[in-house]
């Protein structure tokens, strides 16, 4: 997924959106998919149950019909011997007037399939329908008859309606005199049992049409939601990101301007007062020189011993700058004169030692780890109040380690801001390297470590050459 989405000509903001919202569209439709076929399912089963119920309904009231009538000639019929026109006459007079509802009347059919009893499709009467079927081909009578041999029974099929001559689906029972040969029943039409099915089908539909419209109208409000809170949050995101790039443009500008500063300060207070000293110097070996004065050698030496000592001042303003040995014999030698060039400049007891790992540190991490301890080494001697420094450079299996520690008074015994945007500084450059920092202060000192991860080494086939003592 995230490749396909590198591969869209859209934002990072469309892509955020779209990795938000394409989840949630597919959770919707898996819910709406899986509350459907539940619904569904649940439904359906609720519906036949139902169907049962009524049809066994319509079968009991069917049996009621079927026991009363045979309540009412059954002593004629027990009575009669099976060659007995007149009771079977009776018989089928009493069933011809049995009719109730608007629809329900009783038949009776001979085992040849031969109509003896219709009352309200009279045309039937005396005609052999043993080939009768329905509109679904079932044989209609022939099932009557089946059903009569065997005793009773149900048969489901289509009739037409005695009122409209439209086939309606019906439930006969149908039950069978034995010595008469005679299929005799009933039927009602269940149309109303199918209305009721189809309506409740219909509901079923009708509720997971809701649920998907409701489902669907939650996930868009979600949708929406996500949008708006994508949109919020790339609002403040970029606010932030504005604020943080004017304050660090800001911090830049401080930085350049305070390094401006203290070089115009290095130049005006060192090499300018050293090089007025020299041309006053040579401006007095000239006018002795024009009067013959033997003086003039020791005027000229003064002033060759002031650009001597202008030079080496350029040198270290410089190294301050970019230390040369950094480049070109590595972080350890470059630690190595940093220190000793603050302990002869301050007087401050300093020490420092290194583990020799081959000159493995890439360039960003050497000037990154120098440039945490000169600010560390001046905060030490602005700030500190320290007697004791010592500086430990080391490499692991997970990189490299630096740490500075001094036993002055502690970070918290002073608040001044430069010293607070020189821990800023170095939090920074361990942030670009994807390394730590670590300040540990306590009334008897502070120490600071910054780790290099292992990603800022080169291979040891990359050092170059043979490396000098202490090369980091």
């Known amino acids: 997924m995230p490749d396909l989405l590198s591969r869209l000509p859209i934002s990072y903001r469309q892509k955020f959106i779209l990795l938000a919202a394409l989840p949630l569209l597919l ?16 439904a359906e089963r609720e519906i036949r149950s139902l169907e049962r119920q009524l049809i066994e309904a319509k079968k009991r009231e069917l049996r009621n019909y079927v026991t009363q009538a045979r309540n009412g000639f059954y002593f004629i019929y027990g009575n009669a011997a099976i060659d007995d026109e007149e009771a079977k006459t009776k018989v089928m007079q009493i069933l011809a007037a049995m009719i109730y509802g608007d629809e329900g009347f009783f038949f009776v059919y001979d085992y040849d399939g031969t109509n003896l009893v219709s009352p309200r499709q009279t045309q039937m009467i005396n005609r052999n329908w043993i080939d009768l079927r329905d509109g679904e081909g079932t044989p209609v009578v022939a099932q009557f008859i089946d059903v009569a041999r065997q005793g009773t029974g149900y048969v489901e099929h289509l009739w037409p309606k005695p009122s409209t001559g439209e086939e309606g689906r019906m439930i006969t029972f149908v039950m069978g005199f034995q010595d008469w040969r005679w299929a005799v029943g009933t039927g009602v039409f269940i149309d109303d049992v199918l209305n009721t099915v189809a309506a409740a089908r219909a509901e079923v539909e009708a509720r997971v049409q809701r649920n ?68 006053y110097t040579l401006d007095i070996a000239r006018r002795r020189l024009a009067r013959g004065d033997e003086r003039a050698d020791e005027s000229l030496g003064k002033g060759i011993d002031s650009l001597g000592t202008a030079i ?51 360039d960003e991490a050497k000037i990154a780890l120098y440039r945490v301890a000169q600010e560390a080494l001046t905060n030490v001697e602005r700030h500190s109040g320290a007697t004791k420094v010592t500086l430990d450079l080391r490499g692991h299996t997970r990189g490299a380690t630096m740490r500075i520690a001094d036993n002055g008074h ?22 670009r390297l994807g390394g ?33 003592k202490g090369q980091a």
């Open 212 to 279: 998907f419209v409701n489902i669907g109208l939650i996930t868009l409000a979600a949708l929406l939601l996500v949008f708006l809170s994508g949109l919020l949050l790339n609002i403040r995101e970029r606010r932030l990101a504005d604020a943080k790039l004017m304050a660090l443009t800001q911090r830049v500008f401080d930085a350049q301007e305070e390094e401006r500063g203290r070089v115009a300060r290095e130049l005006h207070d060192g090499i300018s007062q050293i090089l007025v000293g020299v041309k």
């Open 312 to 362: 080496q001042e350029v040198r270290r303003i410089s190294r301050d700058l970019r230390p040369g040995v950094l480049d070109d014999l590595g972080l350890g030698p470059a630690l190595r004169m940093l220190t000793d060039e603050f302990r002869s400049r301050t007087g401050i007891e300093t020490r420092f030692s290194t583990v020799v790992f081959r000159n493995r540190l890439d």
């Open 436 to 468: 730590t920092l670590r300040v540990l202060s306590t009334r008897s000192g502070t120490a600071i470590e910054a780790d290099v991860p292992l990603s800022h080494l080169l291979p040891p086939e990359s050092g170059g050459g043979k490396p000098a």
């Open 410 to 431: 502690g970070i918290e015994q002073t608040r001044s801001g430069s010293r607070g945007l020189g821990l800023r500084n170095m939090q920074e450059r361990m942030d």
């Open 27 to 42: 959770a919707a439709a898996a819910t709406a998919i899986l509350v459907a076929i539940q619904s569904r399912d649940l």
